[in-house]
């Protein structure tokens, strides 16, 4: 049996700045291709005794993994495999003095092992009482099976799986579950509540009429009833609304990973053409890393030319060339956001074209509605539920209190002094963060989008640029009758500063970006 010598010590809390030295290199490594970096395993909980060595799990897309071991090899680790652990691979290093001792693993986003791992951590973060048991059951361990690892990983084992096992830690199975299953699990588990609020409420009043001669608990008990279903459905609300806000660049995601496994045939209209002639067409096409498979073909990367946008007579399309037998042919499809996403990022080439911005303006309108706001029917039918839900509180608040308290009329009216406010309050706030916005970047152009509105920027136009917490700024060659350099803005997400360097960075494009 291979044995190591086991050291548990008590929690320190350098371990925390440990990881935070870690991490800066990591950042500082990978730049914008990994998703988050987590500090987990013991010493990441606070009050717990562990091992001297961080955990650590680097958060990538699955997309990504080539370029992040790249990346990681280039500043000394190797990368080791998954070690039998699925989606979660891991990477070794020597002569890193300067770093405390840690193991470092990188996972995909949707890896169940993360998921674990995390949960893990949070569920002891939560509950002192069962970090307590479990600190001191390693403290036990670790002096039975001193030189013994695998002794005292498997005494650990029965304890993590109970709390693997508890409700607790199930709760948040529905954070975890597939985003199109997740919106509709999400849709039914809001509306259920409230239709049963409705029907509970309109039964409450009913048994209040005294022909009916149904004694007053049986609407009292049918009146609570609803309001509970209509706090259920305010807790779903809550407890959800951060995975609403991006739930469609998730879905976007999974189905890039989805048409990019060689395998699932994604569903396009295309022709294949040269100059004049259409020589083939169909409905579906096979993207993988060599390159498509579409109809009785086979379209190389390697041999693949450029990739524009063009006006045919049926409309603009985006249009890949490429050589086949000494021939220059033509995969031309609709515009379509995720097949450009997939091309670009098998092929490496940008779609660019001296028509680009009329195009893009065109498919933006129809992607702002189509990806932004059209479709996410959830999130629509969330703010009209939420106005809906907070007067229909304000009238059933009001309505109960007026059958056992005061008048119906001026219930009502003294439950909405208090629900109005809060409507006014609140809406704001829940949904001023709900993505509104959509930006493109390419190798000629940063464009933004909002509504049917839509800018597009030439880079070759642009001086310098500069940001702040809430705006990018385009200092432009250009100047106003005054001599002044001109300046447009973008408003900025979270995420666009870190894109637009990884770009520039890609496509050489050497203009100055400035932190305010």
């Not at 970096?37 to 699955?62: Q, Y």
Request: aromatic share 12%.
């Amino acid at each position: 049996m291979k044995t190591k010598h086991v050291i548990v010590m008590p929690y320190d809390p350098t371990w925390k700045d440990a990881f935070h030295v870690i991490k800066r290199e990591l950042e500082k490594a990978l730049l914008s291709s990994f998703v988050a970096i987590e500090h987990v395993g013991s010493t990441s909980v606070v009050g717990l005794p562990a091992k001297p060595v961080i955990d650590i799990d680097i958060i990538i897309k699955r997309v990504d993994f080539d370029d992040v071991k790249k990346r990681l090899e280039n500043i000394g680790y190797r990368h080791e495999g998954d070690l039998g652990i699925k989606d979660r691979e891991a990477f070794k290093y020597d002569d890193k003095d300067h770093l405390m001792k840690h193991h470092l693993y990188v996972c995909p986003e949707d890896s169940m092992e993360y998921k674990r791992h995390l949960a893990f951590r949070d569920y002891l973060r939560a509950h002192p009482k069962d970090r307590d048991r479990y600190g001191l059951l390693k403290m036990e361990l670790a002096q039975k099976y001193l030189y013994d690892m695998d002794g005292y990983i498997l005494g650990k084992t029965p304890f993590i799986e109970s709390i693997y096992q508890k409700k607790t830690f199930k709760e948040d199975n529905m954070k975890h579950i597939p985003a199109r299953q997740f919106e509709k699990v999400y849709l039914w588990s809001v509306l259920i509540p409230i239709m049963g609020f409705i029907a509970f409420m309109i039964l409450a009043l009913i048994f209040t009429i005294e022909s009916l001669q149904v004694p007053p608990i049986v609407s009292w008990i049918f009146g609570t009833l609803s309001v509970i279903l209509l706090i259920t459905s305010w807790v779903i609300i809550f407890k959800y609304r951060r995975r609403m806000k991006g739930l469609y660049q998730e879905i976007f995601d999974e189905d890039f990973k989805l048409y990019t496994d060689g395998k699932t045939p994604y569903s396009i209209y295309w022709v294949i053409m040269d100059e004049t002639t259409v020589i083939q067409s169909g409905h579906e096409v096979t993207f993988h890393s060599s390159g498509i498979h579409v109809g009785d073909d086979e379209i190389d990367w390697m041999d693949c030319l450029s990739f524009e946008t063009k006006f045919y007579e049926d409309g603009w399309k985006a249009s890949l060339s490429y050589q086949d037998r000494g021939r220059i042919l033509t995969f031309a499809f609709w515009i379509d956001h995720l097949g450009i996403k997939i091309i670009e990022h098998f092929s490496k080439l940008t779609i660019i074209d001296d028509s680009l911005k009329k195009a893009e303006e065109e498919q933006l309108s129809y992607m702002q509605s189509e990806i932004v706001w059209g479709t996410n029917i959830t999130l629509w039918i969330e703010r009209i539920g939420f106005i809906a839900m907070v007067f229909i509180t304000g009238v059933g608040g009001g309505i109960l209190l007026g059958l056992y308290v005061i008048s119906i009329e001026l219930a009502i009216i003294l439950s909405n002094v208090f629900i109005v406010p809060i409507l006014l309050i609140v809406y704001p706030k829940r949904y001023k963060d709900y993505p509104n916005t959509c930006y493109l970047l390419n190798k000629k152009v940063i464009g933004y989008a909002k509504g049917r509105r839509v800018m597009m920027v030439p880079f070759e136009t642009i001086e310098s640029m500069s940001y702040d917490r809430k705006r990018l700024y385009l200092n432009l060659i250009e100047r106003d009758d005054e001599g002044d350099p001109v300046i447009l803005f973008i408003p900025r997400d979270d995420d666009l500063i870190e894109r637009l360097k990884e770009h520039m960075e890609h496509y050489q494009i050497h203009i100055t970006l400035i932190k305010l």
